[in-house]
């Protein structure tokens, strides 16, 4: 688990490589202004944000646009979003990418890179670290016993070890170790990972599993247990790129391989968890922390007017939609009969799919995918039931003197339902998308876990970090939001509900 | 022919019941019929059947000749007014917008549509004040005088009145009961009003057509129905109504 430690020191400064590169393409970057930029994703935990946002210096400094996707969800949606073309760039682990993406365990480098060549995807060489599980230890408990490898374990029974519930069940965890290096502790209990390290440091337990670069390693100045007899399997940090790529870019991106080691990935995923600022965090690889960089972070002000922004077009164009398809479907369901009951039905059943699982379902579909649209279609679906029911009933809730009064007065269907029936139920129709609006508001947030952005990125960034800080600069807004679009709808009642209706 | 409307053998089920049975009736021009009987006694199936509300099961009905159906209903409709208890006017329409509504679609000129208001106005003892007014900023007698209006727009045929004055109090009754008289005399105009007041069919009806379960029992004058009832029925639904005298 240590090779990349062992021998992959920091050789040469990539911000000089970079840098040279910036020259040379700034001519390039002069003429293909227009050039769509390069989509960076990351999955939902601190390292894929800072290896992303250091690949995403990297480009910029070699004169390259670049956007990055945060915390998009796991390893299929991104997989699936590289190989569709949605993200250009992601970083990834060579376990991950043999195991889960090309089914191919045990897999040799040159077998993974065929293999994802043969898809349209090519990999840089490895960064320089190896982000697999791992034994770890206080460092005081570790000279005191003298031990450096996880083989040493062997003699020491009396250790206590807490080791997550994953990592007891894992096929890579621990049965199959304590199998390999012949390890019969006295005590293994099962304790969640937070917990864990707090009970590490504490001394209620000696060894812990851990990721091989945890910002808490360093944070608690832990020590890593050699895998002498090399058994947990090998997750090299890389980055994937579409071949599609620019070759500037790919160069840039492969400048970066073997230029961090386990050491300097503990320490800017420290600074990131401390900072909550991923920008801020790669900023220290390049080690440019003066004030003069032109990179520095985004401000608040600006995240949270973006977030609002898209969150806006996110739920205001799928209410829309939801309107222009509702409203006939409505008008259709108000008639009542067979159809309906179908159209009734189907509606009411969307919306008893728990959300998550909506979008879930609609990743996969060849049109979706990780985006905006496929948020857009998973709300305006959410939408649809309030708009078409309370068309529905508020169609049918017109007295039938009234009905017949207009049919007697010769008028034909249309100009019934456009003069009259419509505007009699104007209510009920517009309590029915204020209803959608304020639920579309709230399920929203939920669009950033396949990086459609929105108020739900820091929502979802604070639980993965467990910040409530970082959660609520999202659910407030988000909040607020809720009330404002609640108030504006009550508004819109004065002006399109006919004042007759109001005495 | 004199009459407006023919029914030849028209029949409508609702179900297993009988609404009207093999009923034949002629409307004649200018002059008010009245449709009168107990509740569920299928007058006012008649009257939607005219208006195209209800369809028949059986018969034929002509409207000035014409079969009424599906095909000719639309045209027919605009030669019609209808008025229904409470006025049946759109609350969401100010009582201009309920007059222009029809003429409007219909594509009548801005300038006539107004000099039919007034005349309405006129015509119908309303102020011409409240006609910027919603429906419910109206008594109980203005709205049923805009409903009034409302069917008179376009110098319909035949006027269909549906029991229009129940749900009035007895004085703003009688004080309509009386213009509308006066309105169709001065208009000379076809009526066919249902109502299952007997003082309000007398007062108003030139004829009185007095139905029992689905069927006509007799038609004439009241004075007719009260010399010579064909049967029992009739003379119990005349007698069952007393004036104060008898009290």
């Known amino acids: 688990m240590n090779a990349g430690k062992e021998s992959r020191g920091r050789n040469i400064s990539p ?78 682990y060579t376990g991950t990418i043999a195991e889960e993406m090309l089914k191919q365990p045990g897999a040799s480098i040159g077998e ?32 005191q016993f003298g031990l450096k490898t996880i083989s040493d374990l062997r003699a020491h029974r009396e250790l206590k070890f807490g080791l997550t519930h994953e990592f007891l069940e894992r096929r890579d965890g621990w049965r ?42 360093g944070d608690y100045g832990l020590v890593t247990l050699i895998d002498d007899r090399h058994f947990f399997p090998q997750y090299k940090a890389v980055f994937l790129y579409r071949k599609a790529l620019s070759e500037q870019a790919s160069q840039a ?5 073997n230029s961090i080691d386990e050491a300097e990935m503990i320490r800017l995923n420290s600074e990131a968890e401390r900072t909550k600022n991923y920008a801020a965090a790669a900023q220290q690889f390049f080690g440019t922390t003066d004030s003069t960089s032109p990179f520095v972070s985004e401000t608040f002000r600006n995240k949270l007017l973006r977030w609002i922004i898209r969150h806006l077009e996110l739920a205001g164009i799928s209410l829309l939609l939801a ?15 067979a159809v309906g009951h179908v159209i009734l039905g189907i509606t009411g059943v969307i919306q008893t799919i728990p959300s998550l699982a909506l979008l879930a379902l609609l990743v996969p579909l060849p049109f979706f995918g990780i985006s905006v649209r496929t948020a857009i279609v998973a709300l305006f679906l959410y939408g649809l039931l309030p708009i078409v029911r309370n068309t529905a009933t508020g169609l049918q809730d017109i007295p039938r003197p009234l009905r017949e009064s207009a049919i007697a007065l010769g008028l034909t269907a249309g100009q019934r339902l456009r003069k009259i029936f419509l505007p009699l139920a104007s209510r009920s129709i517009l309590a029915g998308i204020k209803t959608s609006a304020v639920i579309n508001i709230g399920t929203a947030t939920l669009a950033a876990l396949i990086g459609a952005g929105g108020l739900g990125e820091p929502i979802i960034s604070g639980l993965n970090l467990n910040d409530h800080v970082t959660i609520l600069e999202g659910a407030i807004p988000a909040a607020v939001l809720a009330l404002l679009v609640q108030f504006f709808f009550d508004l819109l009642d004065r002006v399109l509900i006919p004042k007759g209706l109001r005495l | ?88 006017l759109f609350p969401h329409l100010t009582a201009r917008q309920n007059l222009t509504l029809q003429p409007r679609l219909f594509r009548r000129r801005r300038n006539e549509i107004e000099t039919r208001i007034s005349e309405l106005c006129e015509l119908t003892k309303f102020p011409s004040g409240g006609l910027d007014r919603y429906p419910l900023e109206l008594s109980g007698g203005q709205r049923q005088r ?30 309509l009961q009386r213009d509308l008289k006066e309105i169709c005399a001065r208009l000379q105009q076809t009526v066919l009003l249902v109502t299952h007041d007997l003082a309000e069919a ?15 029992i007799q038609r004439g004058s009241i004075a007719d129905l009260r010399a010579k009832p064909v049967n029992e029925f009739v003379r119990e639904f005349i007698s069952a109504q007393r004036g104060l005298v008898q009290l």
């Not at chain 2, 006012?44 to 028949?56: D, E, K, M, N, P």
């Not at chain 2, 409903?147 to 009688?174: H, I, K, N, Q």
């Not at chain 2, 007398?202 to 006509?216: C, H, R, S």
């Open chain 2, 202 to 216: 007398a007062f108003l009806g030139d004829e009185i057509v007095l139905m029992n379960e689905g069927q006509i």
């Open chain 1, 323 to 337: 309107v222009i398809v509702g409203l006939p479907l409505g008008i259709i369901a108000s008639r009542g009969g």
């Open chain 2, 146 to 175: 805009v409903g009034l209006m409302r069917s008179l727009m376009l110098s319909p045929e035949l006027l269909l009145l549906d029991e229009p004055f129940a749900a009035l109090d007895p004085l703003v009754r009688m004080n």
């Open chain 1, 176 to 217: 199959p170790l304590s199998e390999r290096y012949q390890l019969a502790p006295a005590e293994v209990l099962g304790v969640d990972h937070a917990v864990g390290y707090s009970a590490l440091v504490k001394g209620d337990i000696d060894v812990k599993d851990a990721y091989s670069t945890d910002a808490k390693i």
């Open chain 1, 112 to 143: 993974i890179r065929n293999a994802l060549s043969a898809q349209g995807i090519a990999m840089t060489d490895d960064l320089g670290f190896n982000n697999t599980y791992a034994l770890v230890m206080r460092r005081d408990r570790s000279e």
């Open chain 1, 15 to 92: 911000a000089n490589r970079c840098s040279v590169l910036a020259v040379s393409s700034l001519l390039f970057s002069a003429i293909l202004v227009s050039a769509n930029p390069v989509i960076i994703g990351s999955k939902k935990f601190t390292e894929s944000y800072v290896l992303a946002e250091v690949a995403k210096r990297c480009l910029e400094n070699a004169g390259i646009k670049v956007q990055h996707r945060q915390g998009m969800g796991g390893t299929i949606i991104l997989w699936q979003a590289l190989r569709g073309g949605s993200i250009d760039v992601y970083p990834e």
């Open chain 1, 253 to 257: 991106l492969n400048d970066l391989s």
């Open chain 2, 1 to 88: 022919m004199n009459a407006l409307v023919h029914f030849r053998d028209v029949s409508k089920r609702f179900g297993e019941d009988f609404a009207i049975r093999e009923v034949n009736l002629e409307i004649r021009r200018g002059q008010i019929t009245a449709l009168i009987g107990p509740s569920g006694c299928g007058k006012s199936t008649i009257l939607r059947l005219i208006v195209g509300l209800v369809v028949a099961d059986k018969g034929e009905m002509l409207f000035d000749g014409a079969k009424i159906a599906g095909e000719t209903i639309m045209k027919i409709r605009r030669r019609l007014g209808y008025v229904i208890q409470d006025g049946g």
